[in-house]
């Protein structure tokens, strides 16, 4: 008897969502979409969703403000009318304070008198909260930031315990005194530094250990993606603050481009996402692999080609899933998606179903707002109310044979809690197959017929047994007969959890021709 069956084993794409190799030079570990689906370093998981958390603001949330005095922590988000106390769970009530323009950007301060959050938006005068107390500063109001309008800031930084600002429209930066969160504002033209021209947009600080000593740097940031970087103590005196360097980094996405990430900076830019450390040390020609979003870099830059001027751009960690989350802003305060790394692998992979107008990381929870509330993500098993929906298409993959094959079966080994809708497909030769094999898949005493401590009746009620490998079963999926197949998975399902860790198929040989 001739053999024509052949068996054959894949791990699921745990090297993430490839955007930049061609169809034909993928490993079989990628993956050409991979929406929801969360890539660790043995398994593809599904992600958790969101719930709605603080409601009923007046007006279009905008971005997130977080105040930390020592001892309290509260999290509000602004619209364009007000800001909002979001800390806790339900209704929000009135506004804490009054605006014209929720695009705020604020910086937590503590001097003599007290922890205080300091935020400007370049429209409304600058906002100081103490904890209790909101004022809106100006050079009359107590306390008072003279020499500057306050309402003309639209940036802030804290570097070396001096508040810096960013004056909007301009290429002028302003800093206060040593420790102090009011008083006379001194000029900072950085103007001359630039080439290009364009705009002073944000500022950071670099923390760099030389080998030497323990360098800190400031950086200024133009919207024609020039950077300059500055050293020392006293701004006002040329021996203890010097120019070190400027440079062509790109041009950013969004007004708050960078995030500290681990000893380093990360940058958002139109290009893709890199580390300062990268570009700053690099004496040769840039090296694209070495941009985070190099993996991406196709799907990156055509996103920001098509949404760059939206407003919404920004960055998200979240430690407790090792996940870096960019936002894209595809429609202002109304749609996004978001590009996902896994901090360990570097592996990518795509969320929809958040849109959001801003991320915020509060007391170790992410959270997001849109429209009139705000939610809480990384949570439950829907979207606030609505099914997760994951897909993934494999890479396309020979299985090491040479010779024209028919899927004849297939059979993912996945753990299970709950239940979910799994179609499952395969597309041949680079040319997709609308052919797909659909069923539903429940685990054995999980999802919501598990019993709960306290709740459930003694010697009645059927205990959970969390999430448990389940066996789908060989399946019969509908193929067409070719050299090279990328298996396509598609699942939803508001109750459960998932994760894949290897597929098994069944391959018929079909000759060479």
């Known amino acids: 008897m001739v053999e024509t069956a052949v068996p054959a ?45 603080a409601t009923g603001m007046t007006g279009v949330a905008r971005k997130f403000l977080q105040y930390s005095g020592g001892t309290s922590k509260e999290l509000f988000a602004a619209t364009d009318s007000g800001i909002y106390d979001v800390s806790a ?13 929720g695009y705020w950007k604020h910086l937590n301060f503590a001097a003599t008198g007290g922890n205080y959050m300091l935020a400007v938006n370049g429209v409304d005068k600058l906002k100081l909260y103490d904890g209790s107390s909101w004022v809106a500063v100006d050079g009359a109001s107590t306390p008072a930031i003279t020499g500057v309008t306050t309402s003309t800031l639209s940036n802030i930084i804290m570097f070396k315990s001096r508040i810096w600002f960013v004056e909007k429209n301009t290429l002028n930066a302003w800093y206060l005194g040593t420790g102090a969160v009011s008083g006379a504002a001194t000029k900072f033209p950085v103007g001359p530094l630039f080439e290009k021209g364009g705009t002073l947009i944000a500022m950071a600080t670099w923390s760099v250990d030389s080998g030497n000593k323990f360098d800190d740097y400031l950086l200024f940031l133009t919207s024609e993606g020039q950077l300059a970087v500055y050293e020392g103590t006293d701004p006002s005196s040329s021996t203890t603050f010097a120019l070190v360097g400027v440079y062509y980094i790109g041009e950013p996405l969004g007004e708050e481009p960078f995030i500290k990430y681990g000893g380093d900076l990360l940058y958002l830019s139109k290009r893709g996402v890199f580390p300062i450390s990268a570009r700053m040390r690099s004496t040769e020609e840039v090296d694209p692999t070495k941009e985070f979003t190099y993996r991406i870099s196709q799907a990156y830059q055509d996103r920001a080609a098509l949404y760059g001027s939206v407003k919404g751009w920004g960055f998200c960690l979240n430690p407790n899933e090792n996940a870096l989350l960019i936002n894209v802003p595809i429609s202002t305060g109304a749609y996004s998606e978001q590009l996902v790394m896994n901090n360990i692998t570097k592996a990518w992979c795509r969320f929809t179903g958040w849109d959001a107008a801003d991320f915020a990381l509060f007391d170790g929870e992410v959270y997001s707002c849109l429209g009139t509330s705000t939610y809480q993500h990384w949570v439950g098993l829907d979207d606030a109310g609505a099914p997760i929906v994951a897909r993934c298409a494999q890479a396309y993959y020979n299985f090491k044979q040479i010779y024209n094959k028919n899927m004849q079966m297939v059979r993912p080994n996945v753990t299970l809690e709950g239940t979910i809708t799994l179609q499952l497909g395969f597309d041949t030769d680079y040319q997709s197959y609308s052919g797909d094999s659909q069923f539903m898949l429940t685990s054995i005493g999980g999802g919501d017929d598990g019993g709960l401590w306290d709740s459930g009746v003694w010697d009645t009620a059927i205990w959970s047994s969390g999430a448990q490998p389940v066996t789908v079963g060989w399946r019969t999926v509908p193929s067409n007969v070719g050299l090279f197949h990328s298996f396509r998975l598609q699942l939803t399902t508001s109750s459960a959890t998932f994760s894949w860790t290897s597929t098994d198929f069944v391959l018929e040989k079909a000759g060479i021709l």
Not at 11 to 18: E, L
Not at 95 to 100: G, K, L, P, Q, R
């Open 9 to 53: 084993s894949l791990p699921p794409p745990i090297g993430g969502w490839n955007a930049i190799d061609p169809l034909s030079k993928m490993s079989p570990t990628d993956a050409i979409v991979l929406d929801n689906l969360y890539p660790s370093t043995a398994e593809v998981k599904l992600r958790k969703g969101k719930a709605e958390f």
């Open 89 to 101: 769970a339900g209704a929000v009530g009135g506004a804490v304070a009054s605006c014209t323009n």
